[in-house]
């Protein structure tokens, strides 16, 4: 099975049109998104619509998401993304809050869980970027693999059978059946890496191994947008640089 991984896509039409056609082009059998469907951008009706004609096998709900229908305190959002949840929430149909309203906080499949932020505490929208915090969140689930977003940066921490973790550097890696891992598939719509290229994963099931992509879309129109709406610059400016 070849599954195409996406997540925090933050209603960037540009971006999740860029990733729907590469993973369609290289062959993706499932789909799977990590949440953070909307906020930031300015077409969350156009990105929800796209990602269902995807028909995912699974999605999970973000901290963005769980904000526009209510189950996220938007206390802990910085400015510009709860003024970007305000905004997003005047454009949805009762039909794309009911999509919002289905998904769930943990999916799984097989050996393969799927969550927004971490496995530890998933409801807390914690942010894993520590290896401490990384170490100690392999406690938290069951089975090979842990498939996340949230931190908008793409990773893969293995863990050995001595209980030891290294985060590595590759971008492409074949998993060894011994260890287990924490994948973080990066964003679509908001890369924070430094890198402004659009990310996804691709991984397939037979071979075991995982493919980190980056490909770039047309940021000028998603700025451009940005700016016509009259969302926060800061949102806008922040896809030049990917930080
Ligand atoms: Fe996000
Ligand atoms: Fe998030």
Redesign the pocket.
Known sequence: MRYGLFS?V?SNLEAMTTVAHAMKTEGADEYLCLG?FVGYYSNPVETIELIESLNCWKLIL?N?DAACIGKAPLSKFNPPAAEAIHWTKARLKPQHYKFLENLRLHEEIGEIQLVHSSPFQSEEWHYLTQKEDIERNFRYFQGFICLF??V?KPFIAEQKPDGSVEILEAQEYTLKKECRYLVNVG?VGQPRDGDPRTCYVMYDSASRKLSIRRIDYDRETTIKKTLEAGLPEYLAQRLKTGK
């Open positions: 925090d933050h953070d973000g963005h977003g949230h908008h964003s």
